[in-house]
């Protein structure tokens, strides 16, 4: 079992940062792909960003890339999200999930965080 807990939502306005933490517990954190994933009223649940167990594959989606940028810390235990020129439009739930291939299917994956709130005022 897995559990993964996301930190670092908030308000900030166009053109900010944040920086999203995934915390999880387990001893198997270090052998799973992380992945990011955002949800916005009224919308599906959409891929942002995944890194493999080693940080060898990284995948953003098309809308984040040269914005957002994903780390991990196996020692920790932890996945990052770091959230730069925020847009309005990046305004959502943000959740953080565990699985065991590098796949931007939010199926694919076994674990998920409850989520913490990002909204980005224009």
């Known amino acids: 079992q897995v559990q993964l807990v996301e930190s670092g939502g908030g308000l900030v306005q166009a053109g900010g940062s944040l920086r999203l933490s995934c915390a999880a517990s387990g001893r198997t954190f270090s052998s799973f792909t992380m992945g990011w994933f955002r949800q916005a009223p009224g919308k599906e649940r959409e891929f942002v960003s995944l890194?493999?167990?080693?940080?060898?594959?990284?995948y953003y989606a098309d809308s984040v890339k040269g914005r957002f940028t994903i780390s991990r810390d196996n020692a920790k235990n932890t996945v990052y999200l770091q959230m730069n020129s925020l847009k309005p439009e990046d305004t959502a739930v943000y959740y953080c999930?565990?699985?065991?291939?590098?796949?931007?299917?939010?199926?694919?994956?076994?674990?998920w965080g409850q989520g913490t709130q990002v909204t980005v005022s224009s």
């Open positions: 999930a565990a699985g065991p291939r590098a796949t931007m299917r939010a199926g694919q994956y076994d674990y």
């Open positions: 890194t493999s167990w080693n940080g060898a594959a990284i």
